[in-house]
């Protein structure tokens, strides 16, 4: 049996609307906690010009090889292990990363990590694109997200629906900078930032 998330069926084309013209002249593009794989499938599918290369911890591999062996795709590579709070990550090259619904569930410091690595691995003008719940100002956008996050806290109290003005923060310490906050379906962002540098 693959694993299935019902949420990445119901956002994977609003997603998608957004990728498409902000990825059209990427070529290779690294997805970040690809989590069932049933994103990198459709993304991968829609966008056949695009090197998909999906990547998670260990305990999510299987899932998403199972995704990709079934669906075939020549342009969707095999998942790279990669804990964001590794001390090396893959190398690879690439011109953007993708990553959704995974800052709520990572911890603090992964989160540095994971803004930090992405500014080594992202060349100049390479493209970090983020997707989830955001707060603004210190609150929430909706009572849907309040309830999410108390969901996300009384599991894991280090985890929780993060501050935009912190990420943004982050992103610029890495060398990123916002180009585009977009509002989509559910409550949701994409955050698009620039390697400037």
């Not at 943004?168 to 906050?181: M, R, S, V």
């Given at each position: ?84 709070a590794q ?18 569930i990572m ?91």
């Amino acid at each position: 049996m693959k694993p299935y998330s019902e949420s990445c069926e119901q956002n994977r084309v609003p997603i998608l609307n957004v990728l498409q013209p902000r990825l059209r002249t990427c070529r290779r593009l690294l997805e970040i906690g690809s989590g069932t794989g049933q994103h990198a499938v459709y993304f991968g599918a829609a966008m056949p010009h695009l090197i998909w290369q999906t990547s998670d911890r260990e305990e999510n591999l299987p899932g998403i090889r199972k995704w990709l062996e079934e669906a075939d795709l020549p342009n969707v590579r095999q998942p790279l292990l990669l804990d964001v709070a590794q001390d090396a990550w893959p190398d690879v090259q690439i011109q953007a990363v993708f990553s959704a619904n995974t800052v709520h569930i990572m911890h603090w410091p992964e989160v540095q990590a994971l803004f930090a690595g992405v500014g080594k691995c992202l060349p100049e003008k390479g493209r970090f694109l983020l997707y989830g719940p955001f707060n603004y100002n210190g609150d929430y956008t909706s009572d849907s997200n309040r309830s999410f996050d108390a969901w996300l806290k009384a599991r894991d109290p280090r985890s929780g629906v993060r501050d935009f003005e912190a990420l943004n923060e982050l992103a610029a310490q890495a060398g990123l900078i916002l180009q585009e906050d977009i509002a989509m379906p559910a409550n949701n962002r994409i955050l698009h930032w620039e390697k400037s540098v």
